[in-house]
Nanobody, 128 residues
Framework: HVQLVESGGGSVQAGGSLRLSCTDS????????LGWFRQAVGKEREGVAA???????RYAESVKDRFTISQDDAKNTLYLEMNSLKPEDTAMYYC???????????????????????WGQGTQVTVS
């Protein structure tokens, strides 16, 4: 049974930075694709960043060069380093995990929320 718990959200001024964390239980690193997603009020959930089973990252165009996804296997933790934050980054941020085959590598797949079965409860990020 996979459990995901996000933390690190908060309020920050535009141009600032935050680091989100997602700790997991029940995952074997290398067997799951992990992702960060966000949902703003009144909008659909969207993919932000994902890390493939081999550690390769994938990013949405809107966050490329500003956000960095990483993982620490020893700590069972997934991170999202967010820099140069903009008001449009305001949303509830969720981490998710799923056991896609290693052949699944396309951004349009691994950044699609409907492909993931395991979700955390979310952490709010507000940029003003």
């Amino acid at each position: 049974h996979v459990q995901l718990v996000e933390s690190g959200g908060g309020s920050v001024q535009a141009g600032g930075s935050l680091r989100l964390s997602c700790t997991d239980s029940g995952l074997t690193y290398g067997s799951y694709c992990l992702g960060w997603f966000r949902q703003a009020v009144g909008k659909e959930r969207e993919g932000v960043a994902a890390i493939l089973r081999d550690g390769q990252p994938r990013y949405a165009e809107s966050v490329k060069d500003r956000f960095t996804i990483s993982q620490d296997d020893a700590k069972n933790t997934l991170y999202l380093e967010m820099n140069s934050l903009k008001p449009e980054d305001t949303a509830m941020y969720y981490c998710a995990a799923d056991s896609f085959p290693p052949t699944v590598r396309r951004s349009d797949y691994v950044l699609r929320p409907s492909e993931y079965k395991n979700w955390g409860q979310g952490t709010q990020v507000t940029v003003s």
